[in-house]
């Protein structure tokens, strides 16, 4: 059972360069998730999929934009990268009750 | 928002030995996990604890949703133990409202 896969998990742009995080979990759940983790600032939502076909902005969308592909998959796009999306990037999912799990992160560096 | 302090910030402790993280939080909650982010930054699900006690192993947990807090023990740590511990909240039930704390950053020194 893969849980939750995330690809890639290394990647350096340079500024202005696009780029898309792929998601995929295979436990069937409903929700799915995606955050960005920077040092002094925690975990903070980019985006959500409560269902498939529906998304939402969470915390920090700008720059962002996701799809939900079908209910197993989730991508997060960054259109036109910056320095300041220099990050890990986590996608989760959940069920019912919400317990999150989470893929194994996307380090992303912007030059 | 909910804000979500969690302590100690930094804890070093012998193999062996028994800890207690603990979570406080603003303001009432329906929705409380806590998750472990191992040093190769691997997060893991602890519990969904918004109330009550639960074990899972040498590790247990306990929310008390009336005073706003909640605790994680940990007995005869293990260096697999090391990392940090994320506590996040909700109001609702939905997964897209969960703030995260700062963490608890543990070492569990040989």
């Known amino acids: 059972n893969a849980g939750v896969t995330q690809t890639p998990k290394f990647q350096v742009l340079k500024t202005g360069q696009s780029m898309t995080l792929q998601c995929a979990q295979d436990m069937n759940h409903n929700s799915m998730y995606w955050y960005r983790q920077d040092p002094g600032m925690g975990l903070r939502l980019i985006y959500y999929?409560?269902?498939?076909?529906?998304?939402d902005k969470g915390e920090v969308p700008n720059g962002y934009n996701v799809s939900r592909l079908n209910k197993r998959e989730f991508s997060l796009r960054l259109e036109s990268a910056a320095p300041s999306q220099t990050s890990v990037y986590f996608c989760a999912s959940s069920d019912v009750i919400v317990q999150l799990f989470f893929g194994e992160g996307s380090r992303l560096t912007v030059l | 928002g909910i804000q979500v302090e969690q302590s100690p910030p930094d804890l070093i402790l012998q193999e062996g030995a028994n800890s207690t993280l603990r979570c406080n939080f603003s303001d009432s909650v329906n929705n409380l996990q806590w998750f472990h982010q191992n040093p190769w930054g691997q997060l893991i699900n602890l519990f969904y604890i918004p109330s009550g006690t639960k074990q899972n192993g040498r590790l247990s947990a306990t929310t008390v949703a009336t005073e706003r807090y909640s605790l994680l023990y940990i007995s005869s740590s293990q260096t697999t133990d090391s990392g940090v511990y994320f506590c996040?909240?909700?109001?609702?039930?939905?997964?897209?409202?969960?703030?995260f704390g700062e963490g608890t950053q543990l070492t569990v020194n040989p």
């Open positions: 996040a909240v909700a109001r609702g039930t939905s997964g897209s409202r969960l703030t």
């Open positions: 999929s409560a269902s498939e076909g529906t998304t």
